[in-house]
């Protein structure tokens, strides 16, 4: 009863009546006789911004983990090249990346024949494959930082227990270290999965359909502006709502303290 008080106070009910009242006008106001003939390639474009988005946020964070294990607790020859490649990455435009990987390699592979015959000729000659490569070495390169902070934030005394008890490096590693990492960063991990997906719309600049080029199309077809635009920014703000959700749920299930026995 106190959570349902709470909710219905004054100015969330004035809010929830402004948010709504804009919805109305905008359904009434508005053009969206467009919208019949581009909803298949709009729902083609969002499950490519979604599965963009997946993919490149796992393999980012596969990548970001030996990332920051390295510049933690690595020797100079491992640590060196990962504090260079996320220096490089947090420096540097993404919009710069996709367009150095796209039209730089992109421009390279046709000049090797044994490349041109191979089985991955196909892939690499389409647009998608560079962009999931940029977005992923950009996540890796602000999450490999991050996931120094959280290896280097984890209580000493614990890994030193494990030593001492002669658990492995690599149990202690998985048991231990990497559990209570990812507990700390949850939060910022959250909030970097949202901004990239705000990063999405930039593969839309080598050719790659996803929701933002499907709008842009929209907009160029049949010059109809601020619908589309409308509607794109829902889509965004309801995706970015289910990963807060979803990361939210996430930490409430996650024990603070590691478990016993």
Not at 74 to 88: D, E, M, N, R
Not at 137 to 152: D, N, P, Q
Not at 229 to 235: E, G, N, P, T, Y
Request: hydrophobic share 50%.
């Amino acid at each position: 009863m106190t959570g349902w008080r709470a909710f219905m106070q004054p100015h969330r009910l004035f809010l929830m009546a402004l948010f709504g009242g804009l919805i109305l006008w905008c359904a009434l106001s508005l053009r969206w006789d467009w919208l019949p003939e581009y909803a298949p390639l709009a729902l083609e474009g969002l499950w490519r911004t979604i599965w963009i988005l997946v993919v490149t946020t796992v393999l980012g964070f596969a990548l970001a983990v030996p990332l920051g294990l390295a510049q933690a607790v690595g020797p100079w020859y491992l640590s060196a090249p990962a504090k260079a490649f996320c220096t490089v990455i947090r420096g540097t435009p993404l919009l710069l990346q996709i367009w150095l990987l796209y039209y730089g390699l992109g421009s390279l592979f046709p000049q090797f024949p044994w490349i041109r015959g191979s089985e991955l000729w196909p892939y690499l000659r389409q647009a998608w494959p560079y962009a999931v490569l940029a977005l992923t070495l950009s996540y890796a390169g602000y999450e490999g930082e991050v996931m120094r902070g959280a290896f280097a934030s984890v209580n000493k005394g614990q890994l030193e227990a494990a030593r001492a008890f002669g658990m492995p490096r690599l149990t202690m590693f998985r048991r231990i270290w990497l559990p209570q990492a990812i507990r700390n960063v949850l939060p910022t991990l959250g909030g970097e999965t949202i901004l990239q997906l705000k990063a999405t719309p930039l593969v839309a600049t080598i050719t790659v359909i996803e929701i933002y080029s499907v709008s842009s199309r929209v907009r160029s077809d049949t010059f109809i502006v601020y619908e589309p635009l409308l509607l794109l920014a829902l889509v965004y703000m309801i995706i970015a709502g289910i990963i807060a959700f979803a990361f939210k749920k996430v930490e409430d299930r996650v024990p603070d303290r590691p478990r016993r026995g």
